[in-house]
């Protein structure tokens, strides 16, 4: 099971709704649903409740991201630490870019040896891994390598979760399709089962390539949005600490070798060296990189990748065209596409509720696409698209506007 901790979508799809219609869910780590009760109160049982409590619910939702990290790394103490800046990230090592043969001696000196190197397929990036000295945390390795390599690159390893909620069973009589998209489209994320046929996947964990519901869901949505050659990049198999920056970084690094032009990251972390140079790289061989703001509400901190530049950052609308009140955000917001009130694949197949950023991405996503089969500039041609929502113009809320606005409905 996939590592999906977008509480607030959880509570919003489940609460209030009859027993015997909730999806049963595997526990998950970070979850805590001992605490669900706690959680929802009269005033939140609903979107419009929330709505009317909007700044409880932001705060809440701050509490709950605290808390989530916490648990997270109790419950994988021999997978997951925090690294210096508080962030969950793979136990034991570090990652190194641009250091010389010096600083690399001065480091194994210290105790650091290498782990390994990764030549990242498709973006020219070397990685050097560097493991932690016994009797070190990850925090107090990380302060002691940029210390011992002033001039290299120097981070953790961070994880990256996915921001958005499988829900309630729902009737599909078969999938709406929109157009047909050539252009080769590449996902980050889980798997998808096989009832979602994608064109090729590849695993970059332990344990990948595995059938997720979240990974399902996304390229269900490409898929019935119109794309017809998905390539599928899976971060997490079974690896408590999938999802990290490198696999992502080394996931992307494929998928351009693969030919994808537009490639869709429905996964949130925070900001790293690694995973921005590996963005970097790509862009600069004329890909786009579509991200989802994320799922912990405002109060959270910039969402990444969708926050590194030149990415198209993506939020989500529901079926009236609301705002989604647990949408992140980004430092710089492109569009917006509906993450509610739609319907896309799971693991097994069936047809089933969804919400949350994650799955207004890959929408977006494919009218990119789309201008690109036709050899369009795809801002002008998605300006030509795009539904104006809140104040005229750029807001802070909805972006340039909605896109794909009846893609996913029932």
């Keep these: 099971m996939r590592r999906n901790f977008a509480l607030l979508p959880l509570l919003i799809v489940f609460a209030g709704t009859p027993a015997s219609a909730q999806l049963a869910l595997p526990a998950l780590p970070g979850l805590g649903l001992p605490n669900l009760p706690r959680v929802i109160d009269p005033v939140t049982r609903t979107v419009d409740g929330i709505v009317g409590n909007v700044a409880a619910k932001v705060e809440q939702l701050a509490e709950l991201r605290v808390e989530r990290i916490e648990r ?94 499988i829900g309630t069973v729902v009737a599909m009589a078969g999938a709406s399709r929109a157009g047909n998209v ?58 408590p600490a999938g999802g990290n920056a490198l696999a992502i970084a080394r996931g992307l690094g494929w998928l351009v070798a ?4 537009v490639v869709t990251i429905s996964l949130v972390g925070p900001k790293n060296a690694v995973l921005e140079r590996a963005i970097g790289a790509a862009q600069k061989r004329g890909i786009v990189v579509v991200a989802a703001v994320g799922n912990d509400g405002p109060a959270a901190p910039p969402a990444y990748p969708a926050s590194y530049q030149g990415v198209v950052a993506v939020t989500a609308v529901d079926g009236r065209n609301r705002a989604l009140i647990e949408a992140g955000r980004a430092l710089h917001l492109d569009y917006t596409a509906p993450g509610a009130d739609i319907r896309a694949r799971n693991k097994d197949g069936k047809w089933r509720t969804v919400r949350g950023t994650s799955f207004a991405t890959p929408l ?47």
Excluded at 78 to 91: F, K
Excluded at 184 to 213: C, L, M, W
Aim: charged fraction near 20%; hydrophobic fraction near 40%; charge should be negative.
């Design 72 to 165: 997270l790394v109790r419950q994988h103490p021999d997978a997951i630490a925090l690294d210096i800046d508080g962030e969950p990230a793979r136990l034991g090592e570090l990652l190194v870019m641009d250091a010389d043969d010096n600083a690399l001696a001065r480091a194994g000196a210290a105790g650091f040896a290498v782990a390994g190197v990764d030549e990242i397929e498709g973006l020219g990036i070397a990685v050097t891994r560097l493991a932690v000295p016994q009797g070190m945390s990850l925090a107090q390795a990380q302060e002691r390598l940029a210390t011992l390599m002033p001039d290299a690159t120097v981070s953790s390893d961070p994880l990256h979760f996915q921001s958005g909620a």
């Design 182 to 239: 050539t252009t080769p489209v590449g996902v980050i994320d889980g798997a998808p089962g096989v009832a979602v046929n994608v064109t090729s996947q590849r695993g970059f964990a332990k344990g990948a390539p595995i059938a997720s519901n979240h990974g399902s869901a996304v390229a269900s949505l490409l898929k019935g949005a119109g794309a017809r050659n998905v390539n599928v990049a899976d971060v997490y198999g079974t690896d």
């Design 258 to 261: 693969k030919g994808s032009r």
């Design 364 to 410: 977006a996503a494919v009218r990119i696409a789309a201008a690109l089969d036709r050899d369009e500039n795809w801002r002008t041609t998605l300006a030509g698209e795009t539904r104006d929502l809140g104040p005229k113009g750029h807001d802070d809320t909805f972006g340039n506007g909605l896109i794909c606005g009846r893609c996913g409905r029932r």
